[in-house]
């Protein structure tokens, strides 16, 4: 197994490109279900998540052919309608097939997700929507087995919570659906907006995209003809790096990337002290040398993302002061705490809510990735502890992060990914 060995530097210089958005990236590879051609897609990212899901499709017969610039997938060969456990345990955003199998060919087995470390995720949202738009739907032996005995038919769904890939999946199912699907408390977040704009250009009609309501009119089970297109850049995985930029107090220019997607969490860095300069395709964050406290709730967009938490609770023990820190999307997203406190942090928890103290020396020691943000919350410590950080089970870092190490060698951090 894998593990990162990291030197704490005293700065990092230079350009960071972004990659495309793996939450983008998922749904509309799940999408490709709904073409009668071949459908090509350019700058998805080189990470696990990525590669789960396409294997999950050419398990059900479909041919898909990888490549940064230009993935091609041909689902018009699909055969098989079946979402192993093999699969759907090591991604549970392989729930995105549900959706657009069901719209497709009448009938699905998807392998119950289960839960993730950061909480039980359900996805009862999803089935109770599916269910309204005429979906049968039972649960065998930890499968969910869904069938559409008339078709799929478009009504009116009001999300109790807003969920990104709820959404997805009922887009992508009403894109099929018979007549118009209302979807109300829908998520904004741009990756869903992405699909919208990529089902409309392929003959959807989608009003609404962006906002909380929107309305599709269904094709009633004709196949789309989906052009090509780029996914957007990951705002989260750049998220991360401006973090880096302002923990280790270094002037650092991301691009290929989408500030108008990044405005909570550039606010909030603002907050910090730092500032920046900003590109229709680029951000340079010109640090603080003194960062400031901050107090974070993490919501849906374009609030702060949940997914950003963990980094800066990273980047808040190095604040001189109290930042307070409230999750209010997952039940238990605090698994970054444990370790960051075997490195020094001064973090408190009460329910949902963690309390940093800083500035904070850390110092490197042995540490472990639970789940994909924390992992890089940890990355964010160890470039400041004094000495030596190794991280272990980085799989977690590397179903999100495309090549990591490299794009912050590439800045002068001291990264080598090492064998246990
Ligand atoms: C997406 O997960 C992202 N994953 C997550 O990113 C992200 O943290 C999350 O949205 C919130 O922004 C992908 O897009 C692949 P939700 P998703 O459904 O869709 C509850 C990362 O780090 N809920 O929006 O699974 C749920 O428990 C990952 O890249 C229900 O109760 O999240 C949660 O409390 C982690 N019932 C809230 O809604 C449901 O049926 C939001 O979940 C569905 C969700």
Redesign the pocket.
């Known amino acids: 197994m894998d593990y990162l060995k990291i030197q704490g530097v005293d700065s990092l210089h230079g350009n960071i490109q972004i990659s495309g958005a ?2 983008a990236s ?2 509309l590879i799940a999408m490709a279900i709904l073409a009668n051609n071949e459908v090509k897609i350019n700058n998805l990212p080189d990470v696990a ?1 990525i590669k789960t899901l396409l294997k999950l499709l050419s398990k059900m017969g479909s041919s898909c052919h990888f490549d940064t610039q230009e993935t091609i997938i041909n689902t018009t060969t699909m055969d098989k309608t079946k979402a192993t456990y093999d699969i759907v345990k090591t991604m ?2 392989s ?2 097939v549900l959706g657009p199998i069901l719209a497709r060919f009448g009938h699905c087995e998807v392998s119950l997700p289960g839960g ?1 470390a ?11 929507a599916l269910e309204q738009m005429g979906a049968k739907i039972d649960i065998k032996a930890g499968y969910i087995e869904a069938t559409t005995p008339n078709g799929l038919v478009g009504c009116e769904i009001i999300f ?9 999946n009922i887009v992508m199912a009403a894109a099929l659906a018979k007549g118009q699907t209302t979807i109300i408390n829908a ?1 904004r ?1 741009p ?1 869903v907006v992405q699909l919208c704009e990529v089902l409309s250009k392929s003959g959807v009609t989608i009003e609404g995209i962006g906002t909380a309501v929107l309305k599709i009119q269904g094709t009633d089970g004709e196949l789309l003809n989906i052009e090509e297109f780029s996914i957007i850049p990951d705002r ?1 995985e750049a998220g991360t790096y401006l973090c880096a930029g302002a923990i280790t107090n270094s002037e650092i220019t991301l691009t290929k990337v989408e500030p108008n997607h990044l405005g909570a969490v550039i606010a909030k860095l603002e907050e910090m002290g730092n500032s920046f300069s900003i590109t229709e395709e680029s951000i340079t964050i010109h640090p603080t040398s003194q960062l400031k406290p901050v107090k974070i709730i993490t919501q ?2 374009p609030a702060f ?3 950003m938490q963990a980094q800066f609770m990273a980047l808040a023990t190095q604040a001189d002061g109290v930042s307070i820190i409230e999750e209010r ?3 238990n997203r605090f698994m970054h705490v444990s370790e960051l406190q075997r490195m020094g942090a001064d973090i408190s928890l009460n329910g949902h809510t963690a309390t940093v103290h800083g500035k904070t020396p850390l110092s490197g020691t042995d540490v472990m990735a639970t ?3 924390a992992s890089s919350a940890l990355v964010l410590a160890a470039l400041i502890a004094k000495g030596e950080t190794n991280i272990h089970r980085i799989y977690h870092l590397d ?2 992060y495309d090549n990591l190490e490299k794009k912050l060698e590439g800045v002068g951090a001291k990264v080598a990914r090492l064998q246990e």
């Open positions: 793996k939450n998922l749904p998540d549970r955003a729930i995105l993730c950061i909480g039980q995720r359900p996805i009862d949202l999803h089935l109770k109790d919570k807003i969920t990104v890939t709820g959404t997805a998520a977040e990756e989260i849906e967009y993302p949940t997914d999307l997952f039940e789940d994909l943000r179903r999100g």
